[in-house]
Each structure stands twice: as structure tokens, then as C-alpha cells.
């Protein structure tokens, strides 16, 4: 299928037939090797160790859904990268936060952000919010070979539906189940410790600086309880990844500002040591 530099420059065929709008399908087809889900491992015993992302948050507010993850990733009892990414978008009003093996994980967005950018080009419009979540619904479940050997990747996608014009959470499970989720959700080891904090925390009138501090928050006390989830790291300016995605489109904030939001929540817990009462007051 690959285009040869020495032709006369003319394509393979398969790039000139009419076909399906997915790219995956594409590859499915011409080149089914190059998806991450077909790939052959060799025959391991136990669970094979690769580096692990860890926790992602989400949380709606009228106008918008903020998404954010922490920095760490680990491998077994060691911590693997300290400022790993896990927040990409997806387009321009959706995106994805990646929990499971990272190094699949992060192919697994690439390809979506190519499915999503192909679809556009070749039906000449982007898909529904809900039909974005369908096709990474249907890429998780390619990958469930992957995941019985213990490299699963459960992300959560979300986006600003712009027909229902509120922001959407979708959340998944290794089988590909999709299920959406109303006001927050969180993924990853920390996840549990995560909605916690956000359960007591959320309302359905917080303006989106409070939907920020509500994430960096959840994030806090996720790293607070797991080991493997990492809190803001001031000593080497590593801070969550935060991002926002309204009608205008995505915008991720800036590490001033992501600093300035984890600045405030420390300093709330060092006033506050048994709990985040009041940090959206």
C-alpha cells in the first residue's frame, strides 16, 4: 500500500478507491498490521510491565466540560515519568484523557485524532459528539486481545456538544462499554479517591474557574491516597494538565495558570489539613 518514491508518483490504488469514511477501516483492510489492537506479542508469563498513566478528571459547568489529568506515570512500585501527558484533543471540540499503558494509550488518541480529521475530509462535515464517542467505543474494543494481557487503556472522552449545546463526559471500560456520565467522572487508580472529593464538591451552577479548581482538587486528594497518581510537584514546577472546551472551541490553560490553581488548592489544605470544605467558596 505505501507510495513508492522511485514511480512515476502516481498512488496506489487504494488511495484513489472510493471507500468507507473511517480510517480505520481503511487500514483495516489495506493494512490491518499497522492497528495497534493486531499486533502479535510474543508469549509472556504474568503481566507484562510497561508504564502506567494514572488518573483523569472531568467535570461539566453551564457552558462547557473541563478535563484534566495529573503528570505521573508508573511501572509497577516505580515512578516511570514524572510529567507524562494524558490530555490531547481530539478536535476542536472534543477531547480525550488516556488511563492504562501509556505507550498504546497515546497511539490509540493519534489515530483517533486522525479518524476524526479523515471522517471531516471525506464527508465534507465533523461527526456528532455522539458518534465520536461511538468510534473510540469501537477502537477500545479492537484493543481487548491487548488488554487481557494487561495492557488495557480506559480513557475518558468529552466534549461540547454543540446541537445540545452543554458539555458531555463519556466514560468506558476495557470491552469498549461506553456509558455517559452526568456532572463528573474520573478514570485510572486514583479514580475512586477522585469522584469522592468531586461528589462532595460538585454543583450544577459552578461558573468554569470553579469547575478548574474543582479538578486540580479531585486530583489532589486522588495523589493524597494512590501512590500512583501524582499531586502538584511546586519543587520542579510540574503541574496537572487542565483543559476547557466550550462553544469556543478547546483551549488548554497555560502552566502559569495551572500553577496559580494548584497554588490555591495547597494553600487551602495547609488552612484546611482535614478536608476541602470550603474550596469553592
Do not use: C, W
Request: proline share 5%; hydrophobic share 40%; charged share 25%.
Amino acid at each position: 500500500m505505501e507510495a513508492n518514491p522511485r514511480s512515476t508518483g502516481r498512488l496506489p490504488a487504494a488511495f484513489l478507491t472510493p471507500g468507507s469514511s473511517s480510517f480505520v477501516d481503511f487500514l483495516s483492510e489495506h493494512q490491518p498490521e499497522l492497528l495497534p489492537g493486531n499486533r502479535q506479542l510474543p508469549p509472556v508469563q504474568g503481566v507484562i510491565e510497561a508504564p502506567h498513566g494514572t488518573t483523569i478528571v472531568a467535570a461539566t459547568f453551564p457552558g462547557g466540560v473541563v478535563l484534566a489529568g495529573d503528570r505521573r506515570a508508573t511501572m509497577g512500585n516505580m515512578i516511570a515519568q514524572r510529567d507524562i501527558e494524558k490530555v490531547f484533543p481530539a478536535d476542536e471540540h472534543s477531547a480525550v484523557g488516556i488511563a492504562g499503558t501509556a505507550g498504546l494509550a497515546v497511539e490509540m488518541v493519534k489515530l483517533f485524532q486522525l479518524e476524526l480529521e479523515h471522517f471531516e475530509k471525506v464527508e465534507g462535515a465533523t461527526l456528532s459528539l455522539e458518534g465520536k464517542a461511538n468510534r473510540l467505543s469501537t477502537m477500545i474494543r479492537s484493543n481487548l486481545g491487548m488488554a487481557m494481557q494487561g495492557l488495557a487503556v480506559v480513557p475518558l472522552f468529552v466534549g461540547y456538544d454543540l446541537d445540545r449545546e452543554k458539555g458531555r463526559i463519556f466514560s468506558y471500560d476495557v470491552t469498549g462499554g461506553r456509558s455517559e456520565e452526568q456532572g463528573y467522572a474520573a478514570t485510572g487508580s486514583g479514580s475512586i479517591f477522585a469522584r469522592g472529593s468531586m461528589k462532595k464538591l460538585f454543583r450544577d451552577d459552578l461558573s468554569e474557574e470553579q469547575a478548574t479548581t474543582l479538578v486540580v482538587q479531585a486530583l489532589y486528594d486522588a495523589a493524597d491516597d494512590d501512590s500512583a497518581t501524582g499531586g502538584p510537584d511546586v519543587a520542579r514546577r510540574i503541574y496537572p494538565i487542565v483543559t476547557v472546551i466550550t462553544d469556543e472551541g478547546f483551549r488548554r490553560l497555560s502552566d502559569d495558570e495551572a500553577s496559580e490553581i494548584a497554588r490555591s488548592v495547597l494553600e487551602r489544605r495547609l488552612e484546611q489539613p482535614d478536608g476541602p470544605r470550603a474550596a469553592l467558596l
